[in-house]
């Protein structure tokens, strides 16, 4: 359980620092929208 923590502690504060890259930022909005529209369309059929 210790080793699962320190991992999500570590892959938390890699996100941060990603965070402040405004590429990584533009690429996590555009895999919102795509996951987004997916699931949309397959919902409405």
């Known amino acids: 359980m210790i080793s699962f923590i320190l991992t999500l502690k570590r892959l938390l ?3 941060r620092k ?3 890259d ?4 533009t690429l996590l909005g555009t895999l919102a929208v795509i996951l987004l ?3 949309i369309f397959y919902y409405t059929n």
């Not at 405004?22 to 930022?25: P, V």
């Open 37 to 39: 529209s997916g699931t």
């Open 13 to 15: 504060s890699a996100l």
């Open 22 to 25: 405004s590429l990584f930022r």
């Open 18 to 20: 990603l965070a402040k």
